[in-house]
């Protein structure tokens, strides 16, 4: 008989829970390395094909070229002016088609006494012009973030769908996960799930006052979105494009904004658009409504007689471009950027190297009071800007644009060569990881010119125009709004890092 019975029945007794414990151990050992598994996967899988182009190179007569912006700002009266530009060119370009229209645009919105309701202004347009001519054909496209994910009706696109123009979402379960932290989980217990298949009024949340799914909250969790502003319209003998960083958002009808607009009669940006956005339908199984251009799609122009260059890029290739160009640069070199967001680690890190080389480098960049309808507490551009002015000694020059409200959305980066050749990266892409790091669908265009060229003049202009405050407060000193909060700067890296922000 053993000397401590006690002993070996509080043995026995915790037996069944040393097995619970393993059995646990085991379950939570699994998951984690099926979830770290589904993790690098989705951030390392190759992309769709067409998808991160970079297209070939178009020479591009001067003429068939112009720089558009729209600019809210205050004037001397203390008066807040909006100039508007570049919707009035979308609606003049749909007037103008005969054939043909692609359009790719991320947000159609609608709002009480707006500015300028733009989303009902561009589908107007779009239905008029059917109307007008029944034999044109339509490829609309967008991002499924316009329904809340089939939660509920978007008021535009119905009546798009109403009057015959079809409407196509983007599928961006086939890219990489940016927020992929929560994006891991949401692959493994609720993508299978999948979204309502119609609009519901017994919806859990309210989304902009709309009843909406759980399963559409969590779908928007994951952050990333068909974030493009394109348009193409064949008008018989000559073709238009407009590659833009505007949406047709009636909230955000004010914001300040750019655009390059081209007009081709041979094979040019027009036909790598096409092609780009026809990767996108089918990847998507959406169907794409094909159309055929004068000459042949993508053909590489090198023989034409005009003085610019110009290539349609998209995806990451826009950041593996942009990084070419600022480790290339020299003292003598500059860099001018007007940005919405500016976050991206190596655009930073390049940025500081180009400086330390002497590469005179100056930021226009929204102020973050307001990002997507909130209060963003300055995160993430103040913090950003701080460590850009802090590491290089003030040596980068950054000006705040005073926003009203808006937001200053423009994206492009203008790089001037002591050579004399300028280039500019003008569209959708705002320089964060999500945007150029092969996660979101975006789309810029590279232009390649001389300096006196007047595209490149005009460019310079606008750019002089919103840093010295020519005609209005478009900006404000670095100072008056810096923000050295080593807990907000914390909250950037962290949040750029890992995906789990709206940008």
């Given at each position: 008989?053993?000397?401590?019975?006690?002993?070996?029945?509080?043995?026995?007794?915790?037996?069944?829970?040393?097995?619970?414990?393993?059995?646990?151990?085991?379950?939570?050992?699994?998951?984690?390395?099926?979830?770290?598994?589904?993790?690098?996967?989705?951030?390392?899988?190759?992309?769709?094909?067409?998808?991160?182009?970079?297209?070939?190179?178009?020479?591009?007569?001067?003429?068939?070229?112009?720089?558009?912006?729209?600019?809210?700002?205050?004037?001397?009266?203390?008066?807040?002016?909006?100039?508007?530009?570049?919707?009035?060119?979308?609606?003049?370009?749909?007037?103008?088609?005969?054939?043909?229209?692609?359009?790719?645009?991320?947000?159609?919105?609608?709002?009480?006494?707006?500015?300028?309701?733009?989303?009902?202004?561009?589908?107007?347009?779009?239905?008029?012009?059917?109307?007008?001519?029944?034999?044109?054909?339509?490829?609309?496209?967008?991002?499924?973030?316009?329904?809340?994910?089939?939660?509920?009706?978007?008021?535009?696109?119905?009546?798009?769908?109403?009057a015959g123009i079809p409407v196509g979402f983007s599928d961006m379960d086939r890219l990489r996960d940016s927020n992929f932290l929560y994006s891991g989980v949401?692959?493994?217990?609720?993508?299978?799930?999948?979204?309502?298949?119609?609009?519901?009024?017994?919806?859990?949340?309210?989304?902009?006052?709309?009843?909406?799914?759980?399963?559409?909250?969590?779908?928007?969790?994951?952050?990333?979105?068909?974030?493009?502003?394109?348009?193409?319209?064949?008008?018989?003998?000559?073709?238009?494009?407009?590659?833009?960083?505007?949406?047709?958002?009636?909230?955000?009808?004010?914001?300040?904004?750019?655009?390059?607009?081209?007009?081709?009669?041979?094979?040019?940006?027009?036909?790598?658009?096409?092609?780009?956005?026809?990767?996108?339908?089918s990847y998507s199984r959406m169907k794409f409504t094909e159309h055929e251009f004068e000459g042949a799609a993508g053909e590489r122009v090198e023989d034409g007689?005009?003085?610019?260059?110009?290539?349609?890029?998209?995806?990451?290739?826009?950041?593996?471009?942009?990084?070419?160009?600022?480790?290339?640069?020299?003292?003598?070199?500059?860099?001018?950027?007007?940005?919405?967001?500016?976050?991206?680690?190596?655009?930073?890190?390049?940025?500081?190297?180009?400086?330390?080389?002497?590469?005179?480098?100056?930021?226009?960049?929204?102020?973050?009071?307001?990002?997507?309808?909130?209060?963003?507490?300055?995160?993430?551009?103040?913090?950003?800007?701080?460590?850009?002015?802090?590491?290089?000694?003030?040596?980068?020059?950054?000006?705040?644009?005073?926003?009203?409200?808006?937001?200053?959305?423009?994206?492009?980066?203008?790089?001037?060569?002591?050579?004399?050749?300028?280039?500019?990266?003008?569209?959708?892409?705002?320089?964060?990881?999500?945007?150029?790091?092969?996660?979101?669908?975006?789309?810029?265009?590279?232009?390649?010119?001389?300096?006196?060229?007047?595209?490149?003049?005009?460019?310079?202009?606008?750019?002089?125009?919103?840093?010295?405050?020519?005609?209005?407060?478009?900006?404000?000193?670095?100072?008056?709004?810096?923000?050295?909060?080593?807990?907000?700067?914390?909250?950037?890296?962290?949040?750029?890092?890992?995906?789990?922000?709206?940008?």
């Open positions: 008989m053993s000397e401590n019975p006690g002993n070996e029945l509080a043995g026995e007794s915790l037996r069944p829970r040393r097995r619970w414990l393993k059995w646990l151990l085991a379950v939570v050992g699994v998951f984690l390395a099926v979830y770290l598994l589904v993790i690098g996967r989705q951030l390392t899988k190759p992309l769709p094909e067409g998808i991160s182009m970079k297209g070939p190179i178009h020479r591009l007569e001067e003429s068939s070229i112009e720089f558009l912006y729209d600019l809210t700002y205050e004037n001397e009266d203390d008066e807040i002016v909006a100039e508007q530009r570049i919707f009035d060119r979308i609606f003049q370009m749909i007037d103008q088609a005969e054939e043909y229209i692609l359009l790719d645009m991320f947000l159609f919105d609608t709002q009480e006494d707006p500015f300028r309701d733009l989303s009902n202004e561009l589908v107007d347009k779009l239905i008029q012009k059917k109307n007008q001519n029944p034999d044109l054909r339509f490829q609309i496209m967008t991002d499924l973030y316009n329904t809340f994910y089939n939660s509920f009706e978007n008021e535009p696109l119905a009546r798009l769908e109403e949401w692959r493994m217990f609720f993508q299978p799930f999948g979204l309502p298949s119609a609009p519901s009024d017994d919806g859990w949340f309210e989304v902009d006052g709309e009843p909406c799914s759980i399963r559409s909250v969590l779908k928007a969790l994951n952050c990333k979105a068909n974030h493009r502003k394109i348009l193409v319209v064949d008008c018989g003998e000559i073709t238009r494009s407009i590659v833009t960083s505007a949406n047709p958002s009636a909230y955000g009808s004010k914001y300040s904004n750019v655009a390059l607009y081209f007009e081709e009669t041979s094979p040019g940006i027009h036909n790598d658009i096409y092609e780009s956005e026809r990767a996108i339908a007689t005009g003085g610019i260059e110009a290539r349609f890029v998209t995806e990451g290739k826009i950041r593996k471009g942009l990084l070419e160009e600022f480790d290339s640069l020299n003292e003598g070199d500059s860099i001018s950027i007007a940005m919405f967001l500016l976050t991206e680690r190596e655009v930073i890190d390049s940025l500081v190297s180009a400086s330390e080389r002497g590469v005179d480098i100056r930021i226009v960049i929204d102020p973050s009071k307001y990002l997507f309808g909130q209060d963003s507490k300055g995160v993430p551009n103040r913090p950003a800007m701080s460590e850009l002015h802090d590491r290089t000694e003030g040596k980068i020059r950054v000006r705040w644009y005073n926003t009203h409200g808006e937001e200053f959305h423009s994206k492009m980066a203008i790089i001037h060569h002591s050579t004399g050749e300028a280039v500019v990266y003008l569209g959708s892409s705002n320089l964060t990881r999500r945007n150029i790091g092969d996660f979101n669908l975006e789309a810029d265009v590279q232009l390649i010119a001389d300096k006196e060229s007047e595209i490149i003049r005009e460019i310079d202009t606008y750019f002089q125009r919103i840093w010295e405050n020519k005609e209005g407060e478009c900006t404000l000193d670095y100072d008056e709004l810096k923000d050295d909060s080593g807990f907000r700067y914390l909250k950037y890296r962290v949040q750029e890092q890992t995906g789990l922000c709206a940008w």
